[in-house]
């Protein structure tokens, strides 16, 4: 059986397809056929012979249409949280002190350790659907609150499970390497050994698509990640790092030596860093919500990565301790004040950069002829009014694979423009007409 073709017209769509601004289409359609879009332009331009096939038909009133948001740096399996934490830091105690004194991820470590496989996909679920009402059509989910094989096997898992039960494209990262637990005290070494010796096992379980470490002083040194990467590559696995969010370690450089999808956080990277990932063309993710609410005051170097050309990402970074936000936009707002992002670069931090920094395919986090048919119909004029506003639900519509998902993120579709008709007899509708 062949898939329906459905139009969707009477739409501002930014494509974020090649190098014009925003990829902007006034009074655009779009034609979808089963998973992908068949075509895209302005609505005069729609070709008869799709015109005369359609089988449902969607008046977007004007609406601003995007791609689906693409959240590539999260950490949204654990249970338990740290607001006690905050309260602490608040008085004045650091992210690095309250780790050094057994909080911080270890905290994390313990709570997820105690919950149940079905406890910790109950915990992520409303996670994840809170992403996807802010528009978000596909996620990267990190281990690294089990730090033992099979508690990092649990949480890559519910990973998994989570792309079963919601309309969502998920990849899983293994990050072992992002504490040592309380069972390797003092011995770093040896649990980057245990850590290197899962990986294959759990690569063979299919649960791993990228291998990601935390080099820092409180987390390991280029060294240990050396070691990390060098299995992943073995494995034909791509790496990732978060490198340089509170010291320089020189992660950057070591990340790109490997050909990694993307170096994360990157407040202290160094020239040379910078160098080395524009060479190795590595996704520079920024993640201004750790920064934020770490009340850093390192800025990481946008001027220089843009000046080198690379590829600037954005994410949420959700996680308990450093970024305990759901909010893509928001995350899209502080890019831009805190960080001097354009409202354009976050857009593209949060679609196309996003999806290269996950080594997606091309056809994830842009909208063109041949894309994945993953956007958004938005309650806005124009994608830099959904940034410059915070703190509200600009989400009328979200599209996964060509089909209205919006109800099963536990939100009733907000019709107040969208309306879909079957086209009876393929026959364009009397507004699409007069569209024409
Ligand atoms: O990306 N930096 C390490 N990982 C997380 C924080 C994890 C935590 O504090 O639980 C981050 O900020
Ligand atoms: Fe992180």
Excluded at 340 to 362: C, Y
Aim: hydrophobic share 45%.
């Amino acid at each position: 059986m062949t898939s329906s073709i459905k139009l969707w017209r009477n739409a501002r769509i930014a494509t974020f397809c090649g190098i014009e601004p925003w990829g902007w289409i006034e009074n655009g359609a779009m034609v979808t056929q089963g998973e992908a879009v068949l075509w895209i332009g302005q609505t005069h331009n729609l070709p008869a012979e799709y015109s005369a096939s359609i089988d449902q038909d969607h008046d977007l009133a004007g609406a601003c249409v995007t791609p689906g948001l693409i959240d590539c740096h999260t950490h949204l399996v654990y249970a338990g949280n740290r607001a006690r934490e905050f309260e602490l830091r608040l008085q004045g105690a650091t992210y690095e002190q309250i780790s050094r004194a057994g909080g911080g991820i270890r905290a994390t470590v313990a709570a997820t350790r105690a919950a149940s496989e079905d406890e910790l996909l109950a915990l992520a679920l409303p996670r994840a659907r809170a992403l996807m009402s802010e528009g978000v059509t596909a996620i990267e989910v990190k281990s690294g609150y089990g730090l033992s094989e099979a508690d990092e096997a649990r949480s890559l898992r519910v990973a998994r499970r989570l792309a079963q039960q919601l309309p969502l494209t998920v990849r899983s990262t293994f990050l072992g390497a992002h504490a040592v637990p309380p069972e390797f005290d003092g011995r770093a070494d040896d649990y980057v050994n245990a850590v290197c010796d899962w990986m294959p096992r759990l690569h063979a379980a299919g649960l791993v698509d990228a291998v990601d470490a935390f080099c820092e002083r409180i987390g390991f040194t280029a060294q240990q990640t050396r070691r990390v990467f060098e299995v992943a590559t073995a494995l034909g696995l791509p790496v990732k790092l978060h490198a340089e969010q509170l010291s320089d370690q020189q992660g950057a450089a070591l990340a790109a030596e490997f050909n990694a999808l993307s170096c994360d956080h990157l407040e202290y990277i160094s020239d040379a860093g910078v160098a080395s990932m524009a060479a190795s063309g590595t996704v520079a993710v920024l993640l201004p919500g750790a920064y934020y609410f770490l009340r850093e005051t390192q800025l990481p170097p946008v001027a220089a990565l843009r000046a080198a050309g690379v590829p600037i990402a954005l994410a949420t970074d959700h996680n308990p301790g450093s970024s305990p936000t759901l909010s893509p936009l928001l995350i899209m707002n502080m890019a831009c004040t805190l960080f001097r992002l354009t409202p354009e670069e976050a857009w593209r931090g949060f679609t196309v950069n996003a999806s290269r920094a996950l080594g997606l395919p091309k056809t994830y986090g842009v909208l063109c002829a041949g894309s994945r048919a993953d956007f958004v119909v938005w309650d806005a004029d124009h994608p830099r009014d959904l940034v410059y506003r915070f703190g509200h639900h600009p989400m009328q519509h979200l599209i996964a694979g060509g089909v209205d998902v919006t109800d099963r993120i536990g939100l009733a579709p907000r019709s107040k423009t969208a309306s879909a008709s079957p086209s009876g007899n393929g026959a364009p509708s009397a507004i699409f007409k007069a569209a024409l």
